[in-house]
């Protein structure tokens, strides 16, 4: 095994309790995020914006709960988004964010784990 997989064996393992149902507390989330490369772009809370006055990569999660709250089916075409990306000429999130598209992500993370991680960003209070 290289160690990139017995890395993500750990992720995945982090993320199941004990009776072997996928967890969704805080912090087996952030372990998954983290561990697929989503923190690279995104964050839990919007923040302003950097020193240069560029908008961060990707929205906040808080904004993209917040934005679909409500909104009956959205973690199926979030977590399409997530495996396959976005479309760079439909962004929804265009002036509030520097990143025109999100890229695929298929490589970096299964499809179950990413609608884990959808569904958990859909569960987030509003921005505080």
């Not at 750990?10 to 952030?30: E, K, Q, S």
């Not at 697929?36 to 906040?60: L, Q, V, Y």
């Given at each position: 095994?290289?160690?990139?997989?017995?890395?993500?064996l750990?992720?995945?393992?982090?993320?199941l309790?004990?009776w072997?149902?996928?967890?969704t507390?805080?912090?087996?989330?952030?372990?998954?995020?983290?561990?697929?490369?989503?923190?690279?772009?995104?964050?839990?809370?919007?923040?302003?914006?950097?020193?240069?006055g560029?908008?961060?990569?990707?929205?906040?999660?808080?904004?993209?709960?917040?934005?679909?709250?409500?909104?009956?089916?959205?973690?199926?075409?979030?977590?399409?988004?997530?495996?396959?990306?976005s479309?760079?000429?439909?962004?929804?999130?265009k002036?509030?964010?520097s990143?025109?598209?999100m890229?695929?992500?298929?490589?970096?993370?299964k499809e179950?784990?990413?609608?884990?991680?959808?569904?958990?960003?859909?569960?987030?209070?509003?921005?505080k």
């Amino acid at each position: 095994m290289t160690s990139r997989t017995i890395s993500l064996l750990a992720v995945a393992l982090a993320t199941l309790p004990a009776w072997g149902a996928p967890a969704t507390d805080d912090g087996a989330m952030l372990k998954l995020a983290s561990g697929s490369g989503c923190m690279t772009c995104h964050h839990i809370e919007p923040g302003a914006k950097g020193p240069d006055g560029i908008p961060p990569i990707g929205p906040a999660w808080r904004d993209v709960a917040t934005k679909y709250r409500g909104t009956a089916g959205a973690a199926d075409p979030l977590t399409r988004t997530v495996m396959a990306g976005s479309n760079p000429y439909s962004s929804h999130w265009k002036g509030k964010v520097s990143g025109l598209a999100m890229p695929p992500n298929e490589v970096a993370i299964k499809e179950a784990d990413a609608r884990l991680l959808v569904e958990w960003i859909l569960k987030l209070d509003a921005a505080k």
